[in-house]
């Protein structure tokens, strides 16, 4: 399983798209961040805050992780790769583990180097770390959790398809809608009572209640829940063959 792990990741970085991925994703960062007059400039917003990262960020992962996912299994399928990999000494989630665990590890690379934007705003802060930490600390815990529910998107649209572009618009239909969705349907006030526990259903309320520096237990169990939920899909996907 750790074998396979490190080739998912040796994959994608060895890969000319992999290291694209990662460029686009903290060059639009910065650019919104720093260079755009736009309400995510953190310099024009006059506060020593990461806030504008964490609005953000989901928005660029809509895009980033399903091209980091897109290929994990299609690619397997159109190359006839997955039948080798199929008939290895692993179980069916195991495999499936072992791809995902790739898949956050790489978001993970991909968030790392923002702590540069971290540093530069405790720095230069008035006074000097003048930002709130555990704030901060909170909401890098749920963009991770936040990663890891479209990395598991993105594997269960990689699994049913062997075209990797198909996989890339299918993830981002699925991952727009469990983040926003939902929001839209709450927005909407169509069902009175029930709108509150619509919009506990999407990845927004969860993502936001973490994003305050407060790491609710509800709020694990949610994206815990959320990634058992299409590491079982994938699975049922990849079983799909014996029938």
């Known amino acids: 399983m750790f074998t396979l792990y490190i080739k998912e990741i040796s994959s994608f970085l060895n890969s000319l798209i992999g290291y694209i991925v990662i460029i686009v994703f903290l060059l639009i960062n910065s650019l919104f961040l720093w ?8 310099p024009e917003f006059g506060y020593a805050s990461m806030e504008s990262l964490f609005l953000m960020a989901p928005f660029v992962f809509l895009f980033l992780i399903p091209a980091i996912t897109m290929r994990m299994f299609s690619e397997e399928k159109k190359s006839g790769t997955i039948e080798i990999l199929l008939t290895q000494p692993l179980s069916d989630l195991q495999i499936i583990l072992a791809k995902f665990f790739a898949g956050v590890s790489l978001v993970i690379i991909s968030v790392l180097p923002t702590l540069v934007f971290l540093v530069t705003i405790y720095l230069f802060g008035f006074p000097a770390g003048n930002i709130d930490m555990g704030g901060t600390w909170g909401s890098y815990i749920g963009l991770l959790f936040l990663g890891a529910a479209f ?28 983040y926003l969705g939902f929001e839209i349907i709450y927005s909407l006030d169509l069902f009175g009572s029930v709108d509150l526990f619509i919009k506990s259903l999407g990845i927004s309320a969860h993502y936001a209640s973490m994003s305050r520096g407060v790491i609710d ?27």
């Open 217 to 243: 237990t509800r709020d694990l169990i949610y994206f815990i829940s959320f990634v058992g939920i299409f590491i079982m899909l994938t699975k049922i996907s990849l079983e799909s063959r014996k029938w």
């Open 151 to 178: 990395v598991a998107i993105g594997l269960f649209a990689s699994s049913i398809t062997d075209n990797q572009i198909v996989a890339f618009i299918l993830a981002i239909v699925i991952t727009a809608f469990s």
């Open 35 to 42: 260079v755009f007059p736009t309400e995510f400039n953190i």
